[in-house]
T-cell receptor
Framework: DQQVKQNSPSLSVQEGRISILNCDYT??????FLWYKKYPAEGPTFLIS???IKDKNEDGRFTVFLNKSAKHLSLHIAPSQPGDSAVYFC?????????????WGLGTSLAVNP | NAGVMQNPRHLVRRRGQEARLRCSPM?????VYWYRQLPEEGLKFMVY????????ESGMPKERFSAEFPKEGPSILRIQQVVRGDSAAYFC????????????????FGEGSRLTVL
């Protein structure tokens, strides 16, 4: 049962354009969401996060939008650069229970073409 | 370098042998997570440990896999009698906080250990 879904395995964008990566979730108890970026042969690195009490968080070229009613969040990268080419993982934390572990999506591979 | 250190980076084993993967968390971090990434798949949670305690091992296969995080020294992920299906990248992550406290679930990852079973 995939509670965090990234339905697009891959995305290709032209340099300078906006990249939009989507993530859907099923568990209404999730209260914190994170995006991680992963280059080949490296571990994931934290990119940006958002609390469920907010609907937008911005950090430089990266903006995350959260639509709680739709159980949907998206990561916008604008403008996209070739160095942004990587796999992007969406992850969520539930506020239920004592064990608040991250639940991960399967990732979206972004290719930014020069 | 104060990052999460994993070793070995690459490990080759024959079927039936044992694999031991080590993870030294960032300084001051007492929460350690192990993840596995199979080819063409996303990250799969395996186990969450604090010093000397296994908190959640719901992602660990029931047999052949074990993990520990002793009071002194690195965390160890041990795979006994490896099979070809164990070939994967194993990532360790650490955090200074219990997940979800301080308004962050951020984990700091190591570069991974790539296990190849021949």
């Amino acid at each position: 049962d995939q509670q965090v879904k990234q339905n697009s395995p891959s995305l290709s964008v032209q340099e300078g354009r906006i990249s939009i990566l989507n993530c859907d979730y099923t568990n209404s108890m999730f209260d914190y969401f994170l995006w991680y970026k992963k280059y080949p042969a490296e571990g994931p690195t934290f990119l940006i996060s958002i609390s469920s009490i907010k609907d937008k968080n911005e950090d430089g070229r990266f903006t995350v939008f959260l639509n709680k009613s739709a159980k949907h969040l998206s990561l916008h990268i604008a403008p996209s650069q070739p160095g942004d080419s990587a796999v992007y993982f969406c992850a969520a934390i539930s506020n239920a229970g004592n064990n608040r572990k991250l639940i991960w999506g399967l990732g979206t591979s972004l290719a930014v073409n020069p | 370098n104060a990052g999460v250190m994993q070793n070995p980076r690459h490990l080759v084993r024959r079927r039936g042998q044992e694999a031991r993967l080590r993870c030294s968390p960032m300084k001051g971090h007492s929460h350690v997570y192990w993840y596995r990434q199979l080819p063409e798949e996303g990250l799969k949670f395996m186990v969450y440990l604090q010093k000397e305690n296994i908190i959640d091992e719901s992602g660990m296969p029931k047999e052949r896999f074990s993990a520990e995080f002793p009071k002194e020294g690195p965390s160890i992920l041990r795979i006994q009698q490896v099979v070809r299906g164990d070939s994967a990248a194993y990532f360790c992550a650490s955090s200074p906080y219990y997940p979800g406290t301080r308004n962050t679930g951020e984990l700091f990852f190591g570069e991974g250990s790539r296990l190849t079973v021949l």
